[in-house]
């Protein structure tokens, strides 16, 4: 890859890698603090996580409608491999790989596959993210009932957001090779845009109380 595209892509990827290990940080302190019966460190911990997940998240989703505007410009749209079941652990990723699985063998074209790609990995991205909220959500508010279960699952998205960042880094990769020159100081204004990001509260809807029991 030339020099000039290589640098736009080492500054994206670092940058997505930065906050994605902040963000794993955080929750690897969660699991700690709570392996060592320190629940209530290990509560504020994975609500911390999952404010950090929903920021790389929209750096993700954001990117994803960079790259599929620059797509428009260009001619020869890069080769893109499905997403594969065997790579997601819970059933959002995997049934998301299914379906652009399926797709990948009907869309014969490689713009079609392209876009759809991108489009997949993002709204897979925003489903994860959601689960993840709101898994995080009962446990930093002590009202899981099933507390093994829930922290099973972060960890379970965590790992599934994991492999959508590495997909997309490998799109980005490629779309740069393939991206005119004239149109990559265009694209890297974009994806060095900060997304725009409002902090919600944990608590996504109201929910039935039950009693609280230990996480």
């Known amino acids: 890859m030339p020099r000039d595209k290589s640098r736009v ?6 940058r997505w890698e930065s906050e994605y290990a902040m963000m794993s940080v955080a929750l690897q302190d969660a699991f700690t603090f709570r392996a060592r019966g320190q629940l209530v460190c290990a509560r504020q911990q994975a609500g911390v996580s999952s404010e950090l997940l929903a920021r790389i998240a929209r750096m993700l989703t954001s990117a994803c409608d960079a790259l599929l505007r ?14 594969r079941t065997e790579f997601f652990r819970g059933d959002t990723g995997q049934s998301a790989a299914s379906w652009n699985g399926i797709l990948h063998h009907v869309l ?9 790609k991108l489009r997949i990995l993002a709204t897979t991205v925003e ?47 490629s779309l740069l090779q393939a991206l005119p020159s004239e149109r990559l100081e265009h694209l890297a204004a974009e994806l060095e845009k900060p997304p725009v990001f409002k902090p919600r509260p944990l608590r996504l809807r109201p929910r039935p109380r039950p009693y609280r029991i230990p996480a």
């Not at 014969?108 to 759809?116: G, K, L, P, V, Y």
Request: aromatic share 10%; glycine share 2%.
């Open 108 to 116: 014969f074209a490689e713009r079609s596959r392209f876009f759809h």
């Open 70 to 83: 620059a797509g428009q410009h260009i001619a020869n749209i890069p080769h893109v491999e499905p997403l």
């Open 127 to 173: 489903h994860i993210e959601s689960e993840f909220h709101d898994a995080a959500s009962d446990i930093a508010e002590g009202i899981t009932t099933e507390p093994q279960d829930t922290w099973t699952l972060l960890d379970s998205l965590h790992y599934d957001f994991n492999t959508c960042l590495r997909e997309s880094e490998v799109v980005l990769k």
């Open 9 to 14: 892509f080492t500054s994206v990827v670092t």
